[in-house]
């Protein structure tokens, strides 16, 4: 299927410097790079295979992410609060 997905990815500082990403609707799906702008790209290539390899292992396409919520977290101790 062509056409533009949109995915949202957690991004982490790396403890050895730089920054790594999971995609958050692709299970497994993460990437890494020592800028942001390289990490984008990296995450385009993995999302690129793991699509490639969704379709080659059971015929289907990438997910569509079914809900999104947002939260709002205090310090700790105070809870969790919805958006």
């Known amino acids: 299927m062509a056409g533009i997905r949109q995915y949202t990815a957690a991004v982490y500082d790396a403890e050895e ?5 999971e995609v958050l609707d692709l299970p497994g799906c993460v ?9 984008q790209e990296a995450l385009l290539e993995a ?8 379709r080659e292992s059971d015929g289907d396409a990438s ?11 205090e ?9």
């Open 31 to 39: 990437a890494q790079g020592e800028t942001i702008q390289e990490l």
């Open 47 to 54: 999302i690129a295979a793991w699509e490639e390899t969704s």
């Open 17 to 21: 410097g730089g920054y790594w990403a």
């Open 63 to 73: 997910p569509r992410p079914v809900h999104t919520i947002s939260i709002l977290a």
């Open 75 to 83: 310090e700790p101790g105070g809870g969790l609060v919805p958006a």
